[in-house]
T-cell receptor, first 119, second 112 residues
Framework: AQKITQTQPGMFVQEKEAVTLDCTYD???????LFWYKQPSSGEMIFLIY??????QNATEGRYSLNFQKARKSANLVISASQLGDSAMYFC????????????????FGTGTLLAVQP | DGGITQSPKYLFRKEGQNVTLSCEQN?????MYWYRQDPGQGLRLIYY???????QKGDIAEGYSVSREKKESFPLTVTSAQKNPTAFYLC???????????FGDGTRLSIL
């Protein structure tokens, strides 16, 4: 069964330090995508970073990087130089391809990690 | 500015009522999605649509209905058959390929 697991319900980090948010996934598909989203207390979901299953290099977007270890089925998010504005819920998600006019891109979400950045 | 607009931001429903949540996008995206989020949980897929006049059930479609008469619009109706409708509802859209889904600001639905 396809599943995303985020084992850290909550984390603290000091401002300006780096933090790693864990994500493991389970799928039998060979082609899939992994996403990280940020959800502030206001509720909107903000896309952060994407990694394709065939991408050989780890994705990076500014202060965000995705540590992709395919054999271990993990896709951890690394935030460098944490800022107070990084305090939010973070969700890992996986997209699945289906034979319906191309990629359906249905997303399966983990339960999230609440990150609190301390000054 | 291009984006996804969900309305209303807050919605209250009486027992036995149907209510409709609006989702409009001006991003020219083909695919649109509805998710439900319960407290402390991730998002679960209700319905999705790849093209106009077509849509598919997601993982928790019971008690919900949708329509996709226009590319820009994908309204969600929460029917009286949905026994536990109190939740945060998020609409998303996507261009194609490996493009990420972009989300609206959500509608918070509560039962009176």
């Amino acid at each position: 069964a396809q599943k995303i697991t985020q084992t850290q319900p909550g984390m603290f980090v000091q401002e300006k330090e780096a933090v790693t948010l864990d994500c493991t996934y389970d799928t039998s598909d060979q082609s899939y995508g992994l996403f990280w989203y940020k959800q502030p207390s206001s509720g909107e979901m903000i896309f952060l970073i994407y990694q394709g299953s065939y991408d050989e290099q780890n994705a990076t977007e500014g202060r965000y990087s995705l540590n992709f270890q395919k054999a271990r089925k993990s896709a951890n998010l690394v935030i460098s130089a944490s800022q107070l504005g990084d305090s939010a819920m973070y969700f890992c998600a996986m997209s699945l391809r289906e034979n319906y006019g191309g990629a359906t891109n249905k997303l399966i979400f983990g339960t999230g990690t609440l990150l609190a950045v301390q000054p | 500015d291009g984006g996804i607009t969900q309305s209303p931001k807050y919605l209250f429903r009486k027992e036995g009522q149907n209510v409709t949540l609006s989702c409009e996008q001006n991003l020219n995206h083909d695919a649109m999605y509805w998710y439900r989020q319960d407290p402390g949980q991730g998002l679960r897929l209700i319905y999705y649509s790849q093209i106009v006049n077509d849509f598919q059930k997601g993982d928790i479609a019971e008690g919900y209905s949708v329509s996709r008469e226009k590319k820009e619009s994908f309204p969600l109706t929460v029917t009286s058959a949905q026994k536990n409708p109190t939740a945060f509802y998020l609409c998303a859209s996507r261009w194609s390929g490996v493009q990420p889904q972009h989300f609206g600001d959500g509608t918070r639905l509560s039962i009176l």
